[in-house]
T-cell receptor, first 110, second 113 residues
Framework: SQTIHQWPATLVQPVGSPLSLECTVE??????LYWYRQAAGRGLQLLFY??????ISSEVPQNLSASRPQDRQFILSSKKLLLSDSGFYLC?????????FGSGTRLTVV | DQQVKQNSPSLSVQEGRISILNCDYT??????FLWYKKYPAEGPTFLIS?????DKNEDGRFTVFLNKSAKHLSLHIVPSQPGDSAVYFC????????????FGKGTRLSVIA
């Protein structure tokens, strides 16, 4: 069966520090992968999606970046975090139609 | 520009009664719609979906209705239970495997015992 792993579950980082969130999928090949952020009052905002290794589409201009070094690995990064980067970050995968989400990472930038 | 709108941020319903969550969309290319349920500090989980070729889909206590002419869909939960208390997200897509889902802002449902 397919599973999705996302870590860490919670993270507190100072402003200006780097960020690396990792997401891996098991039990499927060549999935579409997504990074979403849930910020207060803003619902689920699509940040990045990838249809294959090295293929990244960015939906929202910001100081975040994403990479897909392997078929089932999706990484969200930042070189310097801002206060406004605080939120609940969700990774998801799909093959067609609906998504399966990871358990999320609560990021607090202080 | 919000393509998927959930205009009610919150809803309170008594246990045993019907919960109706509404969703409107603006993009006429959308033809596949989904509802997700989210508990705090967890990822959303899929609840029910509907394709534009149908106007109703039912799964146990959950029914989704689609009115394409009005670009409106709704989720009915009957009877509502305390465990249904969560944030519900409406999502839509043009039903392409590579097109990301567009989500609404969510509605927080509280079912009161």
């Amino acid at each position: 069966s397919q599973t999705i792993h996302q870590w860490p579950a919670t993270l507190v980082q100072p402003v200006g520090s780097p960020l690396s969130l990792e997401c891996t999928v098991e039990g499927t090949s060549n999935p579409n992968l997504y990074w979403y952020r849930q910020a207060a009052g803003r619902g689920l905002q699509l940040l990045f999606y990838s249809v294959g290794i090295g293929q990244i589409s960015s939906e929202v201009p910001q100081n975040l970046s994403a990479s897909r070094p392997q078929d089932r690995q999706f990484i969200l990064s930042s070189k310097k975090l801002l206060l406004s980067d605080s939120g609940f970050y969700l990774c998801a995968w799909s093959l067609s139609g609906g998504y399966t989400f990871g358990s999320g990472t609560r990021l607090t930038v202080v | 520009d919000q393509q998927v709108k959930q205009n009610s941020p919150s809803l309170s319903v008594q246990e045993g009664r019907i919960s109706i969550l509404n969703c409107d969309y603006t993009n006429s290319m959308f033809d596949y719609f989904l509802w997700y349920k989210k508990y705090p500090a967890e990822g959303p989980t899929f609840l029910i979906s509907i394709s534009s070729i149908k106007d109703k889909n039912e799964d146990g206590r959950f029914t989704v209705f689609l009115n394409k002419s009005a670009k409106h869909l709704s989720l009915h939960i009957v009877p509502s239970q305390p465990g249904d208390s969560a944030v519900y997200f409406c999502a839509a897509t043009p039903n392409s495997g590579n097109t990301p889902l567009v989500f609404g802002k969510g509605t927080r449902l509280s079912v009161i015992a």
